[in-house]
Every structure is written in C-alpha cells, then in structure tokens.
C-alpha cells in the first residue's frame, strides 16, 4: 500500500507570493492534518480537516487555508509568501476519530521562500 | 511554553549501548504519547506509542517507560545501531483530537 504522498517535493517562492501544496492520505484513512516544521524544531499543527470539514486550526495567521476533497486528498494554500514561512510542510493521515489514533506521516514538502 | 519538554537535546551513543531520550508534559488531559523517528529531509515515521493505562510498552528494540503521577515518559534504544541515527521526537495528544503536541526533538548519533 502507498504510504502519504506528498507533492512538490521541493519549491522555491519569492516573497508575496502565494503557494499550493498538496497531500493524498494511505488509502481508508479520512483525515488529514497539516504540520509545519522549521528546521531543528518539532513540527507546529496548523489545519486538521475530516470528512471535508476543518476539525482544528494551530496559531497561524489567516494567510494559511486548507481544505480537503472528496476523496480526502488535501491542498495546503499560503498566500503573500514571508521568509519566515520557509520550512518543510508535512502531511498526517489518520483514521477516523473512531479509529486509530496514530498518524502517519508524508516526506514533506520543502518550501523555501527568497 | 513548551507543553511538552524533551531532553537531551543531542546524544551520542556508542554501539550497543542504550539510548534514553526524557519527556515531560504539563497537560494532565493528554492521553495518547507517540514517539516519532525523522531522518534528515524525510517525514517522522512512527516508531511506538503508549497510553496512560499502561506504565510500559516494548517493541523490537524499542520500549516506552510511562509514569503518570511524574507526567514523564521515555523512550529506550536497546542495542543501539548505527542505522539508529536519527531525531527523535516525542508528542502528545488529547482525546479524538488528532492535534499532536511536539517536543524539540533529540538528534541521536550512534558511534560505530
């Protein structure tokens, strides 16, 4: 079974820009969180969204959205990109909430702002 | 502040021997502490996860010591590997709430 796939692997903005990330989670899992991680630190939550639905939101500013598809993929958008939002994003998959507890995670995508 | 506390913030580790990486949490309603492996450029991969109810949890080489009137748990690399190296992460969460709670993470280095 794939594992979460994550896409781009990598990508280069400019301040101001605006950015889409995007995550398909392991097959039979309907949720999907979003996590940012600067480097040498934890990741820090931002979105969790179950069956299309946002189910929690981290303290970041309203410059992040998310939503989640039919299918559970997921899109992470940042709009007026700061150097401050270089960082590797990571997406979880789960269970429902009568499921498992555990997440899995993606590889990340590595954004890297100019 | 840091609701979940994690030490040392680096370790080395001679082969064989026993890695031990600390975390305390101030949150009594966590209820759900899963320890996560990151190697450089990848995502956290999870490696073993334990509940209050359950004071210990082993698995291979791995095992969770969990004390609840203290709100610290652990993590022990028995035999450590060189392929061990890596960071180490724990978190914590609440309830149906899939919110993890991260620690700063331990970059674990294994000496051939």
């Known amino acids: 079974d794939a594992g979460v796939t994550q896409s781009p692997t990598h990508l280069i903005k400019t301040r101001g820009q605006h950015v889409t990330l995007r995550c398909s989670p392991i097959?039979?899992?309907?949720?999907v969180s979003w996590y940012q991680q600067v480097l040498g630190q934890g990741p820090q939550f931002i979105f969790q969204y179950y069956e299309k639905e946002e189910r929690g939101r981290g303290n970041f500013p309203d410059r992040f959205s998310a939503r989640q598809f039919p299918n559970y993929s997921s899109e992470l958008n940042v709009n007026a990109l700061l150097l401050g939002d270089s960082a590797l994003y990571l997406c979880?998959?789960?269970?429902?909430?009568?499921?498992?507890?555990?997440?899995?995670f993606g590889p990340g995508t590595r954004l890297t702002v100019l | 502040q840091q609701q979940v506390k994690q030490s040392p913030q680096s370790l080395i580790v001679q082969k064989g021997g026993i890695s031990i990486i600390n975390c305390a949490y101030e949150n009594t309603a966590f209820d759900y502490f899963p320890w996560y492996q990151q190697f450089p450029g990848k995502g956290p991969a999870l490696l073993i996860a334990i509940r209050p109810d359950v004071s210990e949890k082993k698995e291979g080489r791995f095992t969770i010591s969990f004390n609840k009137s203290a709100k610290q748990f652990s993590l022990h690399i028995m035999d450590s590997q060189p392929g061990d190296s890596a960071t180490y992460f724990c978190a914590a969460s609440t309830g149906n709430n899939r919110k993890l709670i991260w620690g700063l993470g331990t970059s674990l280095a294994v000496n051939p």
């Open positions: 979880a998959s789960s269970l429902d909430p009568a499921g498992g507890r555990e997440q899995f």
């Open positions: 097959s039979g899992h309907k949720s």
